[in-house]
């Protein structure tokens, strides 16, 4: 899940739920990012993300390569929740769906380990009826406070194109320094080309 987003506040405390907890090398399967609850993804979930794509398509189609028509489909997302469970229990990826105050589904948001060793990316997606809420950056605040608590993570990343100005605002707000740009290929239709690392370490504490 490449970011798009929004979002003020401290990164949220990050609570185990659920009997017994997660596993020790696991983030918690629930977490409270202010008013907002994230929940670990799961395929009973598929219709709802599948809706809130449908509804956002123009808003995530400039900066997501998967944002497309077969996105908004109950079967395309059943897929991908099968999958992002069967990463959860491997331990290389933990997806999120992102729910309103009233249980509504408004988003996804992940932690991923494909940024090298002691490193760990958050992806995230905000449907577009929720936009410049404070959703993202809570969202975001709480699980960089998670993958901080992961054995062996010395660094969070998210990664924008560098005209997403909503997404560059989340990790700009809670205190990550943009360590570089990157070219790459553009995957997306509003994608430039460079891409906005930025990161959150010791150095970024120490300097934020």
């Not at 696991?26 to 008013?35: C, H, T």
Request: glycine share 10%; proline share 8%.
């Amino acid at each position: 899940m490449p970011p798009t987003a929004e979002w003020p506040s401290p990164p949220a405390t990050a609570s185990p739920t659920g009997p017994g907890g997660p596993a020790a090398t696991d983030p918690p399967e629930q977490l409270r990012a202010g008013e907002l609850l994230l929940r670990r993804a799961r395929t009973s979930d598929a219709e709802a993300v599948a809706a809130a794509v449908r509804a956002s398509l123009d808003h995530l189609r400039p900066w997501l390569p998967w944002a497309t028509t077969a996105a908004g489909d109950y079967r395309t997302q059943f897929a991908r929740l099968s999958e992002a469970d069967q990463m959860w229990r491997a331990g290389t990826d933990y997806v999120y769906v992102v729910l309103s105050p009233d249980g509504t589904l408004i988003g996804n948001i992940g932690l991923h380990r494909r940024v090298g060793d002691g490193g760990v990316e958050i992806g995230y997606w905000i449907s577009a009826s929720q936009t410049r809420r404070g959703y993202g950056t809570a969202a975001a605040g709480a699980l960089t406070e998670a993958a901080a608590a992961l054995p062996g993570v010395t660094r969070t990343e998210i990664h924008c194109d560098e005209t997403n100005a909503a997404s560059a605002g989340i990790p700009r707000k809670l205190g990550y320094r943009l360590d570089r740009i990157d070219s790459h290929t553009p995957e997306a239709p509003g994608e430039t080309g460079r891409r906005m690392v930025w990161v959150w370490d010791a150095a970024s504490q120490q300097t934020g």
